[in-house]
């Protein structure tokens, strides 16, 4: 036994040689260890590093397998590649000593956690933080968290969720970055470079994942876990684009889907995860079932027992197995009934043991134990920061007769049931986040200074048990708290009514079929609404909401979603102009929940929109479109764009144009505008989008102050996946639209060119 582990050590330490003395593996000697290692393995310590068990810690699924003395045994025999949910250094350092002291060939597990916007200091929730368009302060946020989780002992977060998703009534679309294909791969890169780094061996950053591949956001109706009816050409076109950005910015693994994608569940895809993954894109890490997904697969009608799964599975390309019980159950058995080549599983072992060398842990098996580093983060720092990125994700919608921003000798009455909810802002995915810690509402409007306010609940709006797996009550019949928000809205200059969603409402297993203002939040408003009409509405939430009464009776409206442990600083921040709101929408909102899905990059019909009767892509009894579009967002300043200028209106193949604009400071406050560039494609071989986003720019700008912007066009902006499988640019008319959000554009045209 001893002398394996010598041979081990020695393999390692000998490659190693020679090596910068930093703990940079190179990628040849990388292969030369990995395959050193897999050739001393059994079959069986093969499959048990296809295995991960949750730590019965933070149960995120159904636990399927028995208790933890079956794991802890396997453990010992090296059968176990990755525990999840096991959480502090002492706790990792002790599983992973379990493995090493006891194992034949001590090959170090990684520890996984749903990481997804924060680990102890919580930062807004992900479609909140893509408001801001900052993909450095996303960037940042990530690295934090990092920084946050390697101190607690996790190396591996499941996490950036980058599904495209077009539907408010799918609760996961909180997790997300939105609508948008373009923006959410930028997202998608800015998210790996801050869990990773430069470096996955630097034992301050996290290996990331990207999930969860692929379509999972265009479950039909909304509804989690179902099916997602879409051809080649919409899964290529729109929901692929992030994960091809995750794998190409070193994205260390993927998690498949727990959807089907035009009948196939994506767990036992061959065309995602073999021909896609790991054969166009040639991405060499490996993909992580999600929870019990390959099980699953006996419920999607696909198998007959796990021992089948798991046969479908491997073959699919699910290189690990996610608490499903199918790898251990079926996959020796498969082999030595030579229904699955041996070859399969190295290859899926390869993979796993290429992310953990480059992780460093063959070298440091403890090195994410470090007991020392909790001392070492700086939490205060981290709170900074994520009030500053709180902030920039604030998107205000609407400020009649600018009653914002607020002023500071104004009465000003606080009221409704997140006003001082300290849990909400935390958000369902709240990995450490303890309950209560966020600043409400009441409290950040306190911290800014002395000022005349007031505060009522009116009324609650989640109520009891709150958490991952217990369904959330909503108040409907508690309404004796209103007559006191009533009277103290009555006496106050300004209410400033703080509404949305409990933090319970969004989150995986929470689509619903109303996105309006939940319970009696609605009656608590209208009420009010009756003594005062001052009022700036605060929404708290994690989905598009309809809020179609308010957009047209409120004078103001901030969508705050749940800004994370800042919240009530970076809102406070926000009504009293300490910040110029800058953030813009990366979904759309719609005017009533029938319209969902709603998005802007649709196509144009064959009787595209106008007035009347016999035309697409309206309902006759709601106005056509969304209540606020893609990308939009006010200031308190104003911004004025000159018409798109062109370097040329012919394009080449092979060559690049450019185009430039002038975006002016119109106000009197300093301000930060996302400048949005759109192309459309306008005759193609596939119908194509009235307009996809294909660049931004943030420009910070003083009162009067203009600035120029521009865009570079080349041929790979205009590809697109054609019907017959191709990545293809076309020759003809394209419409370039430049401006603050989807809708307010201005246009020009040009020619490509292509002999
Ligand atoms: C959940 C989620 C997935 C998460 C995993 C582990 O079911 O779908 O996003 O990473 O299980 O918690």
């Given at each position: 036994m001893k002398k394996r582990y010598f041979l081990i050590l020695f393999i390692v330490t000998f490659i190693s040689r020679g090596q910068e003395s930093n703990i940079k593996s190179s990628v040849k000697n990388v292969e030369t260890k990995v395959d050193s290692v897999l050739n001393l393995m059994t079959l069986e310590e093969k499959i048990g590093q296809m295995v991960q068990y949750n730590g019965g810690w933070d149960l995120t699924g159904p636990a399927t397998n028995a208790g933890n003395k079956q794991k802890e045994d396997r453990i010992k025999k090296g059968l176990v590649g990755s525990l999840l949910n096991v959480l502090s250094p002492e706790a990792t350092e002790s599983a992973q000593r379990l493995n090493m002291e006891n194992s034949r060939l001590k090959i170090p597990m990684m520890f996984g956690y749903d990481v997804i916007h924060g680990y102890k200091t919580i930062f807004p929730v992900p479609l909140g933080e893509t408001a801001s368009w900052d993909l450095d302060a996303m960037q940042e946020s990530a690295k934090i968290a990092a920084l946050e989780a390697v101190a607690d002992g996790?190396?591996?977060?499941?996490?950036?969720?980058i599904d495209v998703s077009r539907d408010a009534r799918w609760g996961r679309i909180m997790e997300g970055s939105g609508e948008d294909p373009y923006l959410t791969s930028r997202v998608a890169e800015a998210k790996v470079r801050g869990y990773q780094g430069e470096n996955l061996a630097d034992p301050q950053t996290i290996a990331a994942t990207a999930k969860h591949f692929a379509g999972y956001g265009f479950v039909e109706g909304g509804r989690d876990y179902n099916v997602a009816n879409i051809g080649k050409t919409e899964l290529n076109n729109f929901i692929l684009p992030p994960f091809k950005a995750a794998a190409d910015a070193g994205v260390a693994t993927f998690m498949n889907s727990f959807n089907t994608v035009d009948g196939t569940p994506a767990t036992a895809s061959e065309y995602l995860q073999r021909e896609i993954l790991k054969g166009k894109w040639d991405w060499k890490g490996f993909v992580v079932s999600d929870w019990g997904s390959i099980a699953e697969l006996i419920p999607h009608g696909i198998a007959k027992d796990k021992i089948e799964a798991a046969e479908i599975a491997i073959k699919a390309g699910s290189d690990m197995d996610m608490e499903g019980g199918a790898y251990e159950t079926g996959l020796k058995k498969l082999v030595e009934e030579g229904k699955i080549d041996e070859k399969i599983i190295d290859d899926a072992v390869r993979r796993i043991l290429r992310v953990k060398f480059k992780m460093g842990l063959f070298e440091d098996p403890y090195r994410y134990s470090n007991k020392n580093l909790k001392s070492q983060v700086n939490y205060e720092e981290h709170r900074k920061t994520a009030r500053d990125i709180a902030r920039k994700s604030i998107v205000l919608l609407k400020n009649e007769g600018n009653l914002l921003p607020l002023k500071q000798n104004q009465k000003i009455a606080i009221i409704g049931p997140l006003a001082d909810d300290k849990d909400t802002p935390i958000g369902n995915w709240r990995a450490q986040g303890e309950a209560n810690s966020a600043v409400s509402v009441v409290e950040g409007i306190r911290n800014l200074g002395p000022r005349n306010i007031s505060y009522a609940k009116g009324v609650d709006l989640g109520m009891g048990e709150k958490s991952f797996l217990v369904p959330l009550k909503i108040n409907e019949?508690?309404?004796?708290?209103i007559p006191e928000a009533v009277e103290k809205a009555k006496a106050a200059d300004v209410v400033v009514m703080v509404l949305g969603e409990d933090a319970?409402?969004?989150?995986?297993?929470?689509?619903?079929?109303n996105i309006d203002l939940a319970g009696l939040q609605k009656e608590l408003l209208k009420k009010v609404y009756e003594v005062n009409k001052n009022i700036v509405l605060v929404l708290i939430n994690g989905r598009p909401m309809e809020i179609t009464w308010s957009a047209k009776n409120i004078p103001a409206i901030v969508e705050a979603w749940q800004l994370g442990t800042e919240s009530g600083n970076a809102i406070a921040d926000v009504l009293y102009g300490k910040y110029n709101p800058s953030g813009k929408l990366p979904v759309s909102f719609p005017h009533?929940?029938?319209?969902?899905?709603?998005?802007?990059?649709?196509k144009n019909t064959g009787r595209p929109y106008t007035p009347g009767v016999v035309t697409s892509s309206h309902y006759t009894d709601i106005e056509n479109g969304p209540l606020y579009p893609f990308g939009y967002g006010l200031s308190y300043t104003t911004f004025k764009y000159s018409a798109p200028r062109l370097s040329s209106d012919k394009m080449n193949a092979g060559d690049s144009i450019s185009v430039k604009v002038d975006v002016t400071n119109t106000g009197n406050l300093a301000g930060r505008e996302v400048v949005q560039f759109y192309l459309r494609d306008?005759?193609?071989?596939l119908a194509r989008p009235v307009k996809e986003l294909k660049g931004f720019k943030l420009v910070e700008l003083a009162p009067g102050e203009t600035k120029t912007v521009e865009f570079n066009i080349d041929e790979k902006m205009l590809e697109f996946y054609d019907a017959a499988g191709e990545w293809v640019t076309e020759p003809g008319e394209f419409e370039v639209m430049i401006g603050g959000n989807s809708e307010e554009v201005q246009n020009t045209d040009f020619e490509f060119i292509k002999q």
């Open positions: 996790v190396n591996w977060t499941f996490s950036p969720m019949t508690d309404r004796s708290g319970f409402q969004t989150g995986e297993g929470r689509s619903q079929t009533a929940v029938g319209q969902e899905p709603l998005y802007y990059n649709h306008k005759v193609a071989s």
